[in-house]
Nanobody, 125 residues
């Protein structure tokens, strides 16, 4: 079993930055993909970014490309989402997720098996 615990987030003005952290516990993750999704009020959950636990090129949604960075701290546990140049439309509850197998498409949320508790990010204009 894998547990994902998120931290970070909060309220920031447009143009500011925030960092989210996702700490995982349980069995090893060497075969997993870690992703970030978000859900705004009245909207469906959407893909933000993902990376293989073992490394390699990450994937980003077009809406955040060039502004957000998904990373891991080397061999350490957490997965980070660094969010820069934030916009009001980035306001949402953000979720980290882990997939047991590499998803056919990294943006398919139904291919992720484990989810964090969610963290509110609010960007004021």
């Amino acid at each position: 079993q894998i547990q994902l615990v998120q931290s970070g987030g909060g309220l920031v003005q447009a143009g500011g930055s925030l960092r989210l952290l996702c700490a995982a516990s349980g069995r090893t993750f060497s075969g997993h993909v870690m992703g970030w999704f978000r859900q705004a009020p009245g909207k469906e959950r959407e893909f933000v970014a993902a990376t293989r636990w073992s490394g390699g090129s990450p994937a980003y949604a077009d809406s955040v490309k060039g502004r957000f960075i998904i990373s891991r701290d080397g061999a350490q546990n957490p997965v980070y989402l660094q969010m820069n140049s934030l916009k009001p439309e980035d306001t949402a509850v953000y979720y980290c997720a882990a997939a047991s197998r590499v998803p056919s498409q990294w943006g398919n949320n139904y291919e992720y098996d484990y989810w964090g508790q969610g963290t509110q990010v609010t960007v004021s204009s």
